[in-house]
């Protein structure tokens, strides 16, 4: 059962997806905005276009006439997948979910106003004007962040009125695609963020990983662990909102759905119909299948027999701190340190915090994850880029 694939989006986790395609038998079309992109070098075929481009979107769709579109990025013309849907191609989760999840307001207002999920308050921005209202009701500190943006990008917290017109300029520099305008929330004091990744299945009932915590900074994380210790009245919660929110989207795929662990209980926060960042915990072998093998055999209709959690990982990213071509140095120094890994991404360019590779530690499942987290973050210590 070969299909073809159109992969929008062609970075480190759209290269994961490719290499689980590839060992079913797949063939996959990688496109991105610029060549090279590390999906590129691992599918059968490539495009380069600006995805924002409804034209030049239309134009690949009708050269590959593909089974399947896998949307990657949020930087596309997502309200064409409708057209594509009408006339047969499986949209990755489906067209609906595309559009709601690429837009924080449209799934914020789907998770708040009609699913009453729990949400910290918030608001809308167009100019600054409008955002400086925006504050004064929400209140200080908030959390600013542009409605279309990815690894956290133009994401900031406001803290006192000196941030006001710093944030603002932050957040449209760090907005992808033409949409110019921000939510504003209310700062969740909380004890940590958790991913939950969910997989709604064509033929099958839902399932969920076990939690994922995660630290972050300039809103995009650092470390992420394998399970996340959280009690059992919290996770079952987490899993019903999960659930809630995946089943009104529908389609299938892996979910990347992100919470905020409270003293009053979970808060919903964001969602991603695809695989998340801080699911490349998994490629450290936590799960039977990782979230990218999930994702496919999900997105094919294959059978997931279960998710259960063979072995506790952790993962620590590698970050640029230049802008140049990369020289990747140290890897037998981190192939030498017992129980990890390392994946080197492949991207032809550094910039400052961009992620170049990630470092992988595991231990047995009733290991203390902060002490993999230190072995994760000393293996990727071991890596440096020149």
């Avoid at 004890?191 to 969920?208: A, R």
């Avoid at 795929?253 to 699911?279: A, C, M, N, Q």
């Amino acid at each position: 059962m070969q299909k073809k694939i159109l992969l929008l989006g062609s970075g480190e986790l759209g290269k994961e997806f490719v290499i689980a395609a590839q060992r079913l038998g797949q063939y996959v079309i990688a496109v991105d905005s610029y060549d090279n992109a590390p999906a590129q070098q691992v599918a059968q075929a490539r495009e380069v276009i600006n995805m924002l481009d409804g034209n030049a979107l239309d134009a690949v769709v009708a050269k590959h006439r593909p089974d399947i579109i896998v949307p990657e990025i949020e930087a596309i013309r997502t309200e064409r997948f409708y057209d594509y849907e009408s006339k047969g191609i499986q949209v990755v989760p489906s067209a609906r979910a595309a559009n709601y999840t690429m837009n924080r307001k449209a799934i914020r207002d789907l998770a708040s106003q009609e699913l009453g999920l729990r949400t910290a308050k918030y608001a809308y921005a167009t100019t600054l004007d409008s955002f400086r209202a925006a504050i004064d009701a929400i209140g200080l500190p908030c959390v600013v962040k542009p409605l279309m943006s990815s690894s956290g990008k133009g994401q900031s917290v406001v803290r006192t009125e000196a941030d006001i017109e710093k944030s603002w300029n932050n957040a449209m520099a760090g907005s992808r695609g033409d949409l110019n305008e921000v939510i504003v929330e209310e700062f969740i004091r909380f004890d940590t963020e958790i991913t939950l990744l969910t997989v709604t299945q064509i033929n099958g009932k839902v399932l969920f990983c076990p939690p994922i915590g995660h630290r972050q900074e300039r809103g995009d994380y650092q470390e992420s662990w394998m399970p996340h210790p959280m009690s059992a009245e919290h996770l079952a919660e987490a899993q019903d909102m999960a659930a809630k929110v995946t089943r009104a989207l529908t389609g299938a795929g892996i979910w990347g759905v992100e919470f905020f662990l409270t003293e009053k209980g979970v808060y919903f926060s964001e969602l991603s119909p695809r695989p998340h960042d801080t699911g490349m915990v998994t490629l450290a072998n936590t799960l039977p299948l990782n979230e990218f093998e999930l994702h496919l055999r999900a997105i094919l209709g294959l059978p997931i027999p279960e998710i259960v959690l063979e072995r506790a990982g952790a993962s620590a990213v590698i970050l640029a701190d230049r802008e140049a071509p990369p020289v990747i140095n140290g890897l037998a120094d981190v192939l030498s340190l017992p129980s990890s890994d390392v994946r080197i991404f492949g991207k032809p360019v550094m910039r400052p915090y961009r992620r170049m590779g990630v470092a992988l530690s595991w231990g047995s499942a009733n290991t203390d994850v902060k002490e993999l987290v230190e072995n994760a973050k000393l293996a990727a210590s071991k890596i440096s880029l020149t």
